[in-house]
C-alpha cells in the first residue's frame, strides 16, 4: 500500500535514502545483531523515582527543520545530556538530512550507561543489522510505503534481536495500527511528516486512545517547561526532545537545556509552595 502523496518532499528525500541504503546493506549481506539491550521502562522508573522527568534527549546535528548544524563531538553532547540528567539517549544516524552516523551512536553507547534509541528511518529488516542499540525507531508512517517491509514482522525480527522498539505514531488510526502490530512502547510525534509542522494538540489529542499498560512518549516541538509540564498533564510517561536541547543555531549549553526541561515538574512544585508560604504570611 502506498499513501505516499501526502508526505512532504524533504521527507520523501529521506525515505528514498532509507530505501537505498536497505538495498545496499542487503546486497552486502552482513551479520545479524544480537543486543543485550538496557532497560527503557526501567530507566523512565528510575528518573520518576528521583524526581526527574524521564526525558530521552536527542543527539541531533541538523534537520530538513533546523537552522545549523551542531558539529561538536557528539559523545561530548551525549555526555552533557547524561550529567543534565536525561534519563535515556535518542542518537540520529541518518547520514544525508540529519548529520548521523552509526559511527557515533556506537561511540556514545560505549560512553554512556543509559538506554540509546537508533533514530532512523528503518523499513525493511536489512537495516536493523546496522549497529546495536537498546531501543529501535518504527514509523508507522513510512511503513505505508511501496517497497518496506510490513511493521508487525519488522517489530518481531527487531525483537528476535533484542532490540526494544519505539513505535512511532502521529494520529489515533496510527496508535491502533501499532498496537495490533504488538507494540508496547509508542510515540505520538507532534510533527506532521506532511507538512513538517509541529503542533503539540496532537499529543493532546492522540493520548486517550493509547491503553493504560502501554508506554507512552511526547516527540517533537518540546521546547518549553510548560510544554514539557503539558505534556506530561496530558499523559506522557516520557518526553523526547531534539532541537530545544541542541539549540543548533544558538550553539547554547546542552546540559544545561536538559536539566531546566528534566526538572520542569520539581521546579513547578517548588514554586507553588513558595507562593503558598509567601501568601500565608501576607
Ligand atoms: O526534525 C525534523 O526536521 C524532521 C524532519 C523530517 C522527518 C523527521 C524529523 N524529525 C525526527 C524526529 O522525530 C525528531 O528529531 C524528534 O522527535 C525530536 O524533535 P524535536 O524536539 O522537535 O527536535
Redesign the pocket.
Known amino acids: 500500500m502506498s499513501t505516499g502523496g501526502d508526505i512532504a518532499p ?2 520523501r528525500s ?1 525515505l528514498d535514502a532509507a530505501r537505498e541504503r536497505a538495498a545496499s546493506r542487503a546486497d552486502t549481506g552482513g551479520e545479524r545483531v544480537a543486543v543485550d539491550a538496557r532497560s527503557l521502562t526501567g530507566a523512565f522508573e528510575a528518573a520518576e523515582a528521583d524526581g526527574r522527568v524521564p526525558l530521552i534527549a ?1 543527539v ?1 546535528p541538523t ?4 537552522d545549523g548544524e551542531r558539529t561538536d563531538d557528539p559523545v561530548e553532547l551525549a555526555e552533557s545530556m547524561v550529567a543534565g540528567g536525561a534519563a535515556a539517549l ?1 542518537v ?1 544516524t541518518e547520514p544525508e ?1 540529519f548529520g548521523g552516523s552509526t559511527d557515533a551512536l556506537e561511540r556514545i553507547r560505549a560512553a554512556v550507561d543509559v538506554p540509546v534509541l537508533r ?1 532512523d528511518f528503518v523499513v525493511r529488516e536489512s537495516q536493523l543489522d546496522a549497529v546495536e542499540s537498546d531501543v529501535l525507531l518504527l514509523i508507522v508512517r513510512f511503513l505505508d510505503e511501496e517497497g518496506t517491509d510490513d511493521l508487525a514482522d519488522l517489530l518481531a525480527a527487531a525483537r528476535e534481536r533484542g532490540f526494544q522498539v519505539l513505535v ?1 505514531t502521529h494520529t489515533a488510526e496510527e496508535v491502533e495500527r501499532a498496537l495490533a502490530a504488538g507494540a508496547e512502547i509508542v510515540g505520538v ?1 507532534n ?1 506532521d ?1 506532511a507538512k ?1 509542522e ?1 503542533d503539540l494538540g496532537t499529543f493532546e489529542d492522540v493520548a486517550p486512545e493509547a491503553p493504560e499498560n502501554v508506554t507512552l512518549i511526547a ?4 521546547a518549553t517547561t510548560n510544554d514539557a509540564l503539558a505534556m506530561r498533564e496530558a499523559g506522557a510517561d516520557a518526553l ?5 536541547i ?1 539549540d543548533a543555531a544558538g550553539g547554547g549549553d546542552v546540559e544545561a537545556n536538559t536539566r531546566r526541561l528534566v526538572t520542569a515538574e520539581s521546579d513547578a512544585t517548588a514554586e507553588t509552595a513558595a507562593d503558598a508560604e509567601t501568601e500565608t504570611h501576607q
Open positions: 524533504k521527507v529521506i536527542e541531533k534537520s530538513p527543520t533546523t535518542s540520529l538530512h533514530k512511532e510525534n510533527r511528516l513538517l509541529v516527540e517533537s516541538g518540546i523526547l526532545v531534539g532541537s530545544a541542541m
